[in-house]
């Protein structure tokens, strides 16, 4: 009989540490990760985490496995370089849990992509500038390069080398290159302007001509990054004389300081009664504190005027 209950406390006792642990691991926090597993070359994709049965205030990413150099991962952003596998890990700071946070992710290659030109939207004269092409995000064939369009029907704007996607700056202008994929037959372009100054980014113009109610109106457009303290300037020439405005003053003053990116926008409008009959003839320049030139075209003019 004795030996019945000693049994018996033996089997309680097992089975009360089996339903311990299993109480235990119930109660312990773990991760739930999800997002794709594929993904393309070229592709940027954000991974979510969430905690069971506790609280993470963050989390900490790294790779379990990884074939070379095919992605890269920082807060569950994860950007797709080149085809391979990876095992993303993550666990949680305040809880330590892990379990279930292990993805297994596939980077592919894009077979259908386009090909895209990587390289400077400027390029200075005399400058040269190697440009770089992939198609579907992947650097798997040669290309041979050709400019498909210039600015100039008279001047050599830039020089591109068809084997090596070198180009070099010639004259001031725009051009459009070509990386025609020797492989895959698929081609990619690019627009590049040619400028004086690599600093150079913004251009300016204006327009003159009839405006509603019979007036003389000046239009003003900005395109491009302004370089921090750049100034406006726009003035007037009429009987020799260059008078700026708004005031109209002959010494120089800015129209606007610091001018952000303008699309079409009315900067004078004068009723044509008030006109004399003569040509009147109008500039505009994005000039620094010295007064130079920060604008890929120094200046721009536009003649109006009745006679």
């Known amino acids: 009989m004795k030996k019945f ?10 089975m009360s540490l089996i339903l311990a642990a299993a109480a235990y691991a119930a109660e312990q926090p ?6 794709p597993d594929v993904v393309h070359v070229g592709d940027t994709v954000t991974y979510t985490v969430e905690t069971v049965g506790g609280t993470d205030s963050s989390y900490e990413w790294w790779w379990g496995y990884r074939t070379n150099d095919c992605a890269t991962i920082e807060n ?28 297994h992710v596939e980077v592919v290659a894009n077979e259908n992509g386009d090909v895209g030109i990587s390289g400077p939207d400027k390029v200075a004269i005399g400058s040269k500038v190697v440009f770089s092409a992939t198609t579907g995000g992947v650097a798997s064939e040669s290309y041979s390069w050709v400019i498909i369009y210039s600015s100039s029907s008279s001047t050599e704007v830039a020089r591109l080398n068809r084997d090596t996607g070198e180009l070099e700056g010639i004259s001031e202008g725009t051009v459009i290159i070509c990386a025609f994929g020797t492989s895959s037959g698929r081609a990619g372009e ?24 019979f007036t003389l109106d000046l239009m003003l457009f900005i395109k491009g990054d302004i370089p921090q303290g750049a100034s406006l300037y726009i003035a007037v020439l009429y009987d020799g004389v260059l008078r700026y405005l708004p005031g109209l003053s002959t010494s120089p003053a800015p129209f606007r300081t610091n001018p952000s990116e303008t699309f079409y926008e009315k900067v004078l409008s004068v009723p044509i009664t008030s006109i004399p009959f003569k040509e009147y003839t109008f500039y505009a320049a994005l000039l620094d504190d010295s007064f130079q030139f920060v604008s890929n075209l120094d200046t721009a003019v536009v003649s109006a005027g009745y006679k």
Do not use: D
């Open 30 to 35: 773990y991760l739930v990760l999800e997002g």
């Open 76 to 103: 569950g952003v994860l950007t797709a370089v080149s085809p391979g596998i990876i095992g993303i890990r993550v666990a949680g700071n305040n809880t330590g849990a892990e379990r279930q946070a292990q993805l």
């Open 5 to 14: 209950y000693l049994k018996m406390g033996s089997l309680f006792f097992g």
């Open 190 to 213: 690019k627009t590049v302007q040619i400028v004086r100054s690599e600093k150079q980014t913004a251009t300016v113009s204006i327009s003159a001509g009839l405006g509603e109610g």
